[in-house]
């Protein structure tokens, strides 16, 4: 007989970890509503109370659950901060308290994946390799280095095991994400599969280094003309999918500033430098660096800024892009007709939502700021009240849209810790002529035209054709709607289960009748004077019916 095991019991110490963590945070509700209880003991589960919580403290409580399991879920909780049309406002500020913060390993465990990655002769490239880490984190940590000709450098070295850790908590998040969408724990509004996708690509790619060194070599081309940006040389003979060598940034790291260390240098000047890079990136290169945090910035040579750390990216379409353009220059100018038009394009928005509600909701938000001078206003409390606003309205917009505002509003965060006069919005206000002059580049504009127009055309000697389709299938009574079932795997696997279980039961009883008929006649063999066959009957019985018992109580639901 062939017994269903379920997946979770494949990672049955980690689904204990999470139920006993959140169980110890006040979160027992949530156990129960995710179908955890059978992972806690059994005093435990009798003491799971609904407890009177504010949405708020709920909020403090789920970050703390999040930091505590680690990684994969830190990263899921940081995704999530950077969507405020999923959450409410007060969720959204305690996931952005999320620190990506952990003690390092031991050399001797990390030098295990620099000998899998470069072989064991490795040393041969170095002069030597600091064994004390300069700087750790969930996913990798750094260490000073000299190559053999005495450049100095920095390797970052992914954590051994960390892929298949991440894997196991993403199938993890995955089954966890799945119930709670079956009782209905997440707004109708949120595509459930849709954020776990995103989130997994996201993490994938943050865990392939080649794809990192990639993208410094597309920001080091994109500012080839701007010798006040640096961007680390990689050497990359010695990198791989989990090592990254480049060389060292000598500077002055953001977020160790002091007003001794910067006391010649011309903040003012080296805030609106970072501001009108972060711009350039966005609007014009389409392809920016999402989490330039004053940890990942340099201030070199008194003069220039360096970016490290290329793992989390922003890329948008050369649409998306001049429409963000729109959007950001709408806001400063306080166009909530525009505004509104350009949300309704690129969001998704329901379809009971009113425009003219809508657009009265901005332009309210736009009066607050009303009479104000662009550089009295903090735009970091324009993106969060315009972010509360397609909240109130369950607008989802596209992914790289809030890595956009969060970019702009962790930059302005930056500019301002440097420089306590700086306002981007007139760093905004005096980039619009670079904007324009790169929308009207006559080769920019050309190819542009042709795409497009090629693009129409084809469009246009579509649509007959596939009009004509649709008509004759109307027609011919041929038209059909094809409907996607969702979630439905779990149902059909507690069906199977509830079927196994009701079969076992039936078999059961069929051996209990079976056997008591026999133990009423003189049937040979026999044991203790009863027939051997009708003994053997109750002891499988007895043995089915235990294991079924126990199958019930591990569920958690009796």
Known sequence: MRFNISKKYRHLQRYQEIAQILFTNGLGFIVDRLDLKKFLPFKKRLKIEEEDITEQNLASRVRTVLQELGPTFIKMGQLISTRPDLLPPDFIKELRKLQDEVDPIAFSEIEQVIVDELGADYEKNFKYIEEEAAAAASIAQIHRAVLKDGTPVMMKIQRPGIKKKSRVDMEILTNLAQIADERDLFPDFVDVDELIGEFRDSLMKELDFRREVSNMDRFRNNF???????????????????????????????????????????????????????????????????????????????????????????????????????????????????????????????????????????????????????????????????????YKFNIKMPEDFFLLLRAMAVSEGVGYYIDPSFNIAETGRDFLPELLKSKIDIKDTGGFLFSNTLRLRNAVRRVPGKMGKMIDKLINDNFTINFHHRNLENLINKMDIISNRLSISLIISALIIGSSVLLHTDMSPQIFDIPLLGFLGFVLAGVLGFFLVIAIIRSGRF
């Open 224 to 390: 080839s003309d701007n010798p006040r940006i640096v961007i680390p040389h990689v050497y990359k003979d010695l990198s791989s999918g989990r090592i990254i060598v480049m060389e060292e940034i000598e500077g002055i790291q953001l977020n160790e500033i002091t007003p001794e260390k910067v006391a010649d240098v011309d903040t003012k000047n080296l805030a609106d430098l970072g501001a009108r890079a972060l711009m350039k990136q966005i609007f014009i290169d389409g392809f920016f660096h999402a989490d330039p945090h004053p940890g990942n910035i340099f201030i070199v040579d008194k003069e220039k800024i360096a970016y490290i750390d290329f793992g989390l990216i922003g890329q948008l379409t050369e649409e998306v892009k001049t429409q963000f353009s729109m959007l950001f220059f709408a806001l400063m100018y306080r166009e909530s007709g525009v505004i509104v038009d350009i949300i309704m394009d690129i969001g998704f928005v329901p379809f009971d939502v009113s425009h003219s509600k809508l657009e009265l909701e901005v332009k309210d938000l736009i009066n607050k700021y009303y009479g104000r001078d662009l550089g009295e206003i903090d735009f970091m409390s324009v993106f969060d009240d315009f972010q509360r606003v397609l």
